[in-house]
């Protein structure tokens, strides 16, 4: 272990993504995992978890001894983790997705004191996806319609995905729309033609897809499909605990993938 080794509490320890994380960490002398915080009640309290054996508590306060924390949990354990990490001055990535809007601004708030990043996916490819598809979208105009497909495992409990709705919001900013005014969640029954100003998405849920997103950009004689499959959720984790390594002593703010991985901040 380094001297001077990253502290890291992860809270959702027990979860898909915490044993990913926990797996992934162990291997990385550069940060060291204090802490591994499962939800209130779990079966997983007192157990030793991922290959270093990091017994299980769902004492939240564990968070105010690390450097920083890394949350993949649920959108309310989200929120609560910023305040909580904002109290003590502790900087926080996570990868949670769903949030609701009274939740963003618990994180906005929080990053008022903190540097917090907030990643819908920590996978590089989905993050040069998103450049590709907001030239892509300004590049056909009008000429295309726009439609975005995800599919994930079964167990996934938000839709669209995170990561659909950030390439959403891509393919808005190519045509200067907001996602919130063209978006059609869902067709069904007699839907009329599609309009111009529409960009539709698709959600498939099965077995264990890890994910997969397609942006469709369908125009008269020609069709443009970008794709990013993820296979490895391992991708994910190292994204994350690459974010937590280059967050630590970051000034306070709002962080995202692309300012670590384009240098925009
Ligand atoms: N940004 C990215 O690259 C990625 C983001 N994600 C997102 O990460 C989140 C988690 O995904 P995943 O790991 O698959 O989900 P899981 O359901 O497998 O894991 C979430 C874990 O969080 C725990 N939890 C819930 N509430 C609390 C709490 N208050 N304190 C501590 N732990 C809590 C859950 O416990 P219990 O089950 O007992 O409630 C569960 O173990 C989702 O929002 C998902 O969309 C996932 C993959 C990649
Ligand atoms: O829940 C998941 O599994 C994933 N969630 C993220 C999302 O909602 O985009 C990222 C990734 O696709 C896996």
């Not at 926990?22 to 009640?41: C, F, G, H, N």
């Not at 001894?65 to 993949?72: E, H, P, Y």
């Not at 669209?160 to 390439?167: E, I, R, V």
């Amino acid at each position: 272990m380094s001297a001077h080794a990253i502290e890291i509490a992860i809270v959702g320890a027990a979860g898909r993504m915490g044993t990913q994380l926990l797996q992934e960490a162990a291997s990385l002398d550069t940060l060291k995992i204090s802490a591994a915080i499962v939800a209130p009640q779990s079966a997983h309290i007192g157990q030793a978890l991922g290959p270093e054996g990091i017994i299980a508590t769902d004492d939240l306060d564990a968070i105010a001894t690390v450097d920083v924390v890394i949350d993949f949990s649920s959108p309310d354990a989200c929120a609560r983790v910023a305040e909580l990490a904002a109290g003590a001055g502790v900087a926080m990535v996570s990868g949670t997705t769903g949030l609701n809007a009274e939740q963003h601004r618990a994180l906005d708030q929080a990053a008022r004191s903190i540097p917090l990043l907030l990643a819908a996916n920590f996978s590089v490819g989905v993050n040069l996806l998103e450049h590709l598809v907001e030239l892509a979208s300004r590049g056909f105009g009008e000429d295309a319609d726009i439609e975005i497909f995800e599919a994930h495992h079964r167990r996934k409990v938000d839709a669209p995905s995170g990561t659909a709705l950030m390439l959403g919001r891509a393919a808005a900013r190519g045509r200067d729309w907001n996602l919130e005014d063209v978006a059609t969640w869902a067709r069904e029954g007699h839907t009329g033609p599609r309009d111009n100003d529409e960009i539709g998405f698709q959600v498939l849920r099965g077995a264990d897809i890890v994910g997969e997103h397609t942006v469709y950009l369908c125009a008269a004689g020609e069709r443009l499909e970008l794709t990013h499959r993820a296979t490895d959720r391992a991708i994910f984790a190292r994204g994350a605990l690459r974010a937590a390594r280059w967050l630590a002593g970051k000034p306070a703010g709002r962080y995202q993938m692309r300012d670590l991985l384009f240098g925009d901040a």
